[in-house]
Nanobody, 121 residues
Framework: QVQLVESGGGLVQAGGSLRLSCAAS????????MGWFRQAPGKERELVAT????????NYADSVKGRVTISRDNAKNTMTLQMNSLKPEDTAVYYCAADPIGGGSNSYDYWGQGTQVTVSS
């Protein structure tokens, strides 16, 4: 099992930047593919970005492509989401999640508690 704790959310003006972090408890962090998801009020949870176990392969939702970068440091058991050129529609609770299967299975079995990102216009 792995426990995940997000941090770095907050209030930012449109056009600004935020860096979200996800700290994992497991010493086997590198065994997990990881992802960032978000859920806005009244909307379904959506995928933001994913990263493979090694960090070599990444994928992004079209809505954030070019503005967001996902990365991980397996030595420090951390994952980050650098978000630039933020828009009001990026406002949501952001969650990190761990997939023990990987390989594009999208089997995210472990979730953090979420961190709020609010972008003002």
């Amino acid at each position: 099992q792995v426990q995940l704790v997000e941090s770095g959310g907050g209030l930012v003006q449109a056009g600004g930047s935020l860096r979200l972090s996800c700290a994992a408890s497991a010493r086997t962090f590198s065994y997990y593919a990881m992802g960032w998801f978000r859920q806005a009020p009244g909307k379904e949870r959506e995928l933001v970005a994913t990263i493979s176990r090694s960090g070599v392969n990444t994928n992004y939702a079209d809505s954030v492509k070019g503005r967001v970068t996902i990365s991980r440091d397996n030595a420090k058991n951390t994952m980050t989401l650098q978000m630039n050129s933020l828009k009001p529609e990026d406002t949501a609770v952001y969650y990190c999640a761990a997939d023990p299967i990987g390989g594009g299975s999208n089997s995210y079995d472990y979730w953090g508690q979420g961190t709020q990102v609010t972008v003002s216009s």
